[in-house]
């Protein structure tokens, strides 16, 4: 992929010493990173414990729900957090959160608040990844994900692949969060492509979970069970969905 090395022009691989061992300048500013990546992760999840350790006491569900929706602003960042959380981490279900917004502030301010989540994350990982490049990359996604971008890149029909994976249910959007930056797409691109694509699965979350608490039972359970099939059919198939992209893509 285009962004998978640095180059090899020496003047960009200057040396500098710590502690008596030379070392790169790239790899330092590397190191550095992902130190401040590991760091904002600890601050997260320090601040939102507090409310994950309730859901294991009894009635801990109802309560959290409540004391966040009463919490106001810090409430609606507290949310926004785990959203970002759950899109970096990228292997906690975004299901669980966008429920959770739905029954606390109902379907459009829920959505909204898991909209900007992920446009936040989204620019987060893809500068990120730009940094610290692939390596980065194979220590976050497992090996089967790896790869399969680059022909998409190369048919240039990438943004049109990005924006159905992310428009499908069930596919793995946090992973392909961590690919597509190491691509020829510029942030612009991707944050428009997979953030539109997301709007619709958010929506009918945030809409389904809130009738939970509005008392719109059967709907909810079965806008649930619909999006739950798709998502199904889609995880079983995905094998099959990635391969029909590549032979689409690969057609002049």
């Not at 962004?3 to 070392?23: A, E, I, N």
């Not at 350790?53 to 109802?62: A, N, V």
């Not at 680059?150 to 499908?168: D, H, N, P, R, Y």
């Not at 739950?228 to 690969?250: G, N, P, Q, W």
């Amino acid at each position: 992929m285009t962004k998978d090395t640095q180059s090899d022009k020496p003047q960009q691989h200057k040396q500098t010493t710590v502690h008596g061992h030379p070392m790169d300048s790239a790899n330092i500013f590397k190191f550095a990173g992902l130190i401040a990546f590991f760091a904002v992760m600890v601050i997260i999840v320090v601040l939102v414990w507090p409310y994950i350790g309730e859901l294991f006491e009894p009635g801990g569900l109802e309560r959290m729900l409540h004391d966040i929706r009463e919490a106001g602003a810090v409430g609606f960042l507290l949310v926004l957090a785990i959203q970002f959380l759950q899109i970096v981490v990228a292997f906690i279900p975004g299901e669980v959160v966008q429920v959770a917004a739905g029954m606390i502030y109902g379907p459009w301010v829920g959505a909204l608040i898991i909209w900007l989540g992920c446009v936040v994350s989204s620019a987060f990982i893809f500068l990120l990844v730009n940094k610290l490049g692939a390596p980065f990359v194979r220590a976050m996604v497992p090996e089967k994900y790896m790869g399969k971008f680059e022909a998409f890149e190369q048919s240039g029909k990438l943004t049109t692949v990005v924006f159905i994976l992310f428009l499908i249910p069930g596919m793995p959007k946090d992973v392909f969060t961590y690919l597509v930056p190491l691509t020829s797409m510029p942030l612009k691109t991707f944050l428009i492509a997979s953030n539109v694509a997301r709007i619709p699965g958010i929506i009918v979350s945030t809409y389904a979970a809130s009738g939970l608490v509005e008392g719109r039972i059967g709907e909810s359970i079965l806008i649930f069970l619909v999006a739950a099939a798709i998502a199904v059919v889609a995880i079983v198939f995905y094998d099959r969905i990635m391969k029909a992209l590549e032979k689409h893509t690969s057609k002049k």
